[in-house]
């Protein structure tokens, strides 16, 4: 029998998955596995929670050590050996061993690039400093470790998901942790006013955060650093973590001539392979099509890339696979108490696409109200205002988060749309979920203004409007109004409106607010039968729109009579 040689660079998810699948389809072949550090698999998600010391033992963070690769399955590791260079023509790659430095040469029928991504340092001064690291493997967090214990100050660089984990880790360790971001927001895979919570939890659990404040430079005082920004200086910093974001580790395959996209991801088809029959490639390095635009996407996550090593096995060993759908970047990240993510298409990535759109808001508890314990929880849907298909959905809370995105991804995954939400059935009881589910919610909500029953705009099209000359009609109670509200609005509590219609103009627009959209709907439709033409009803109502404004006050982007405490005018 004709035996196989598959050569896999790099481990992980993606590399390891890929290894371990070969030789459950093929006992016979010969699989060799590079990997240029010292580690063939391990959970780098998990390397802020050793830190933080949630982990407790080092030696949970390795998933498949290269004992129990070579051991139950047969596979050659070779550790700490770099593949330096591809000859395609001739199907061989050359390594060098990092640390005697002897080069070798291996033969294969096929190979799968799986190399990842390297942190992004930028060219700026100061940032070769000893004192900035970075967090991407094991020795990176070793490193880490090693500096906290003497330690009272960092900065962590980069409000995406691990620089949030790793300033939450530091935290939980005592430290003085700032968090410094250039775009005016963290987590940019959430639209505007999801993300202020976000902030508040991180401002209210000590983190100094900084936003819209690209790193200039690190200054070396002597002692210790002071990291400079545009408008601050942080001083006598310990040390600083770089998390600015990751780019594509290709420069071997493009060395060899093996297509990469505009940002250097190799680019793949829905089968994993390069441009090279006998190449393929997965993980965080490459590009595939995007499954709800035209073109490719690039998302570097662990369940990406583990599914992607199944279907890349099967296709080198079998000839064919089920096709790579692609992914739609279901993701969740923990702040504290607090979880928030998203799936699908955001705000800016719609119009990056060009794609018409509308967004609804709603709050809820996660489960029935009645029940003791229920908790905050808020999600947002995008959906097509022609067809009703979702986007995109993103969820913000306390509990069950990741729930409501994992029934978004499956819906958008089968083009589903709001109806199919607000006919979505869930397993309910009292202490699990109301027998209405948040996201039945937001499909009743989406499916009102699809149907012309309401009007919904979101906060930013209100504050546009309320700008040239639209009314603000505030319908909560007092007590409600009395914690904070909108300038210039009028308050009509939803159970006096009708005896108060004579007070409201019927030649200009009005947009109604309630705490969460529900009474906003409500007024909405005894306005509209009452006969006011011009009516919107704000999603998320208050709790969204007043949240966003708080949160660009605190980042000092608003003018702070924006949001008044007093009462009517």
């Known amino acids: 029998m004709e035996t ?37 698999s391990f959970a780098n998600c998990g390397l802020p929670y050793y830190a933080g010391g949630t982990i407790e033992s080092r030696d949970a963070l390795f998933v498949a050590p290269a004992s129990k690769l070579m051991n139950d399955f047969k596979i050659d590791v070779k550790q700490n050996t770099e593949v330096i260079s591809i000859d395609r023509e001739n199907k061989t790659i050359e390594a060098i061993d990092v640390i005697t430095k002897e080069k070798s040469t291996q033969s294969y029928d096929h190979l799968v690039l799986s190399p990842g991504s390297v942190p992004f340092v930028p060219p700026i001064k100061g940032i070769d400093n000893k004192r900035v690291l970075t967090v991407r493997n094991v020795p990176d967090i070793d490193k880490v470790v090693e500096v906290m214990k003497t330690s009272t100050k960092a900065v962590v660089i980069g409000g995406g998901f691990i620089g949030i984990e790793m300033a939450e880790n530091l935290k939980e360790k005592g430290l003085d942790v700032s968090l ?112 709800n635009t035209e073109g490719n996407n690039a998302i570097a ?44 298409l955001n705000e800016r990535a719609l119009e990056r696409a060009g794609l018409k759109y509308k967004s609804v808001i709603t709050h809820a508890g996660n489960h029935a109200g009645y029940y003791p314990g229920a908790q905050q929880l808020s999600v947002k849907v995008l959906y097509s205002p022609e067809t009703g298909e979702i986007y995109g959905g993103q969820s913000v809370g306390y509990s069950d988060v990741a729930k409501k995105l994992d029934v978004l991804s499956s819906t958008i995954n089968f083009g589903g749309t709001i109806e199919d939400l607000a006919g979505f059935e869930q397993a309910y009881a009292p202490s699990f979920n109301s027998a209405k589910d948040i996201l039945n919610m937001v499909g009743f909500i989406a499916l009102n203004d699809f149907d012309g029953l309401d009007n919904v705009i979101d906060y930013k099209e209100a504050l546009n409007r309320l700008e040239n000359g639209a009314l603000l009609l505030d319908v909560r109670q007092k007590e409600e109004w009395d914690a904070g509200y909108y300038k210039d609005a009028m308050l009509i509590p939803h159970t006096e409106l009708r005896e108060h219609l004579d007070e409201l103009p019927k030649d200009r627009e009005i947009i109604v607010t309630c705490a969460i959209g529900l009474r906003g709907h409500i007024a909405c439709r005894i306005l509209a039968q009452h006969g006011f033409s011009n009516v919107s009803n704000l999603t998320g109502g208050w709790k969204t729109m007043g949240c966003y404004l708080s949160d660009i006050k605190l980042a000092k982007e608003f003018k702070l009579e924006e949001v008044k405490n007093a009462n009517r005018a």
């Open 4 to 40: 196989k040689t598959y050569v896999i660079v790099g481990g992980v998810a993606g590399g390891a998955g890929v290894a371990a699948r070969i030789r459950r389809l093929d006992e016979y072949a010969t699989i060799i596995m590079y990997e240029k550090g010292p580690y063939v």
């Open 180 to 291: 410094v971001e250039a775009a005016p927001q963290v987590m940019i895979t959430l639209d505007r006013e999801m993300v202020a919570p976000v902030h508040q939890t991180l401002r209210d659990n000590g983190i100094n955060l900084y936003l819209s404040q690209a790193l200039q430079g690190i200054e070396d005082n002597g002692k210790n650093v002071n990291v400079i920004l545009p408008d601050a200086k942080i001083e006598d910093v310990d040390f600083v973590v770089l998390s600015i974001g990751v780019r594509p580790d290709s420069k071997l395959a493009q060395d060899a001539g093996i297509e990469v996209g505009p940002r250097g991801h190799i680019i793949v088809d829905e089968n994993c392979l390069t441009n090279d029959k006998n190449i393929s490639a997965l993980g965080d390095a490459i590009e595939y099509p995007a499954p």
């Open 301 to 344: 996550l662990a369940g990406p890339a583990n599914k992607m090593a199944r279907l890349c096995a099967d296709y080198i060993v079998k000839g064919s696979c089920r096709p790579y759908k692609g992914t739609y970047g279901n993701s969740i990240a923990k702040i504290f108490d607090l979880q928030a993510g998203s799936v699908g």
